[in-house]
T-cell receptor
Framework: DAGITQSPRYKITETGRQVTLMCHQT?????MFWYRQDLGHGLRLIYY???????DKGEVPDGYVVSRSKTENFPLTLESATRSQTSVYFC???????????FGPGTRLTVL | GNSVTQMEGPVTLSEEAFLTINCTYT??????LFWYVQYPGEGLQLLLK?????DKGSNKGFEATYRKETTSFHLEKGSVQVSDSAVYFC??????????FGAGTTVTVRA
């Protein structure tokens, strides 16, 4: 199916564990983004990527690592999860011709 | 830096009522402005956008006008329905398509 998908949709982990959230898009969009959504903050940008092998920090990058070896995939890794990283994580890609971001369904992460 | 301020919710309305959600912004350069909507349990969807001053974005009965002089992009709908119940986010982008979001406004429409 065309679109943008995220996995897992729900994840519970413990403090100190490594967690990887997956994001896959089928449009071959160049730009991809990771946001976290927290009450009272809206969405905040964690990392973004302009193309394969090109990534850059957003507003709240601490504690996160990204990679992008293929255009269609943009995984987000929490190297040592903390309770403050409990959040809903959204991946997005942008169609540069229309300046429109398309969002995945989100991953709800709980860190105990 | 860039920032977006939108009216706090929650907002509760009756069907067919008029809805307005205020949004103001601070940005360097000339931002594009957006309204995104999030229905329960889903990701965000673009509702409408405007890319330059005095542009009006519209979709599904919603409208917003890019006002450079007041740095505002208020969302309006003349007659809301129960199906409009959602969280609405105002956002802007200046370069590299990065979005800066407001905190979101939860709207509940009662039948």
């Amino acid at each position: 199916d065309a679109g943008i998908t995220q996995s897992p949709r729900y994840k519970i982990t413990e403090t100190g564990r490594q967690v990887t959230l997956m994001c896959h898009q089928t449009w071959s969009h160049s730009y991809m983004f990771w946001y976290r959504q927290d009450l009272g903050h809206g969405l905040r940008l964690i990392y973004y990527s302009a193309a394969a092998d090109i990534t850059d920090k957003g507003e709240v990058p601490d504690g996160y690592v990204v990679s992008r070896s293929k255009t269609e995939n943009f995984p987000l890794t929490l190297e040592s999860a903390t309770r403050s990283q409990t959040s809903v994580y959204f991946c997005a890609s942008v169609a540069s011709s229309t300046d429109t971001q398309y969002f995945g369904p989100g991953t709800r992460l709980t860190v105990l | 830096g860039n920032s977006v301020t939108q009216m706090e919710g929650p907002v509760t309305l009756s069907e067919e009522a008029f809805l307005t959600i205020n949004c103001t912004y601070t940005a360097t350069g000339y931002p594009s402005l957006f309204w995104y909507v999030q229905y329960p349990g889903e990701g965000l969807q673009l509702l409408l956008k405007a890319t330059k001053a005095d542009d009006k974005g519209s979709n599904k009965g919603f409208e917003a006008t890019y006002r450079k002089e007041t740095t505002s992009f208020h969302l309006e709908k003349g007659s809301v329905q129960v199906s409009d119940s959602a969280v609405y986010f105002c956002a802007l982008s200046t370069y590299d398509y990065k979005l800066s979001f407001g905190a979101g406004t939860t709207v509940t429409v009662r039948a």
